[in-house]
């Protein structure tokens, strides 16, 4: 449980990450290729954010995203030369008549995609609480995809999220700042998930 503010002085959270969503490269000469590493890098570095929330019943929601991470850089270590962009890496995968990276990336995206949306309707509706922000999110992401088992797992955690006021002090003293920072990292990660669902849904990327 995170007790301690997550940002270094007269920084912010984003500050702490070892890799950001702005510094993934996206080649737009090769259909938009997204690099492996960095984008695994990113997706590692974000879900630092479930340890601010604070809440243990996060760390399944955080602990499905990292198993998602390690299928796919397991299989980027085993053929790197193939797997330096995500879509190279999935291409080349399913042609072994494996998917388990593919499987691991499509359930990433949408852990991502829940992340993204929770946040970016926080942000936007400067009344709504955190907890109907992620609920919303889950509700149209994860949840048509879940297990009534696995189901409670992640409406627990909408529900344990803390409050608005609670959330944004922990991620750095000038809120303004903490916004800005925000929306930048939002925008390029939104990019990206569009990029990845686009190429997801194509029949090259089935199994």
């Known amino acids: 449980m995170a007790s301690a503010n997550a940002y270094p002085p007269g920084g912010t959270w984003l500050d702490t990450q070892k890799r950001s969503f702005v510094d993934v ?3 737009k000469e090769k259909d938009n290729a997204i690099s492996t590493t960095e984008f695994l890098e990113a997706a590692e ?5 479930f340890d601010v929330l604070g809440s243990m019943a996060f760390q399944p929601v955080k602990s499905d995203m990292l198993g998602n991470v390690k299928k796919i850089r397991d299989r980027q270590l085993a053929a790197p030369a193939e797997s330096e962009n995500l879509q190279d890496l999935v291409i080349n995968e399913l042609k072994t008549k494996k998917h388990t990276a593919t499987e691991g990336l499509v359930w990433l995206v949408r852990g991502l995609d829940f992340t993204a949306i929770a946040l970016s309707q926080n942000l936007a509706l400067a009344s709504e609480e955190l907890s109907t922000s992620f609920r919303n999110a889950y509700g149209s992401t994860l949840k048509p995809h879940h297990s009534f088992m ?12 803390p409050y608005r006021k609670d959330f944004y002090v922990k991620l750095g003293e000038d809120n303004a700042k903490v916004e800005e920072a925000l929306r930048k990292w939002l925008a390029a990660l939104v990019l990206i998930l569009e990029v990845l669902k686009g190429f997801l849904d194509r029949k090259e990327a089935k199994w």
């Open 150 to 161: 696995v189901k409670p797992i992640f409406s627990a955690a909408m529900s344990s999220v």
């Open 45 to 49: 570095s974000l879900t630092t954010l």
């Open 25 to 27: 490269p996206v080649d």
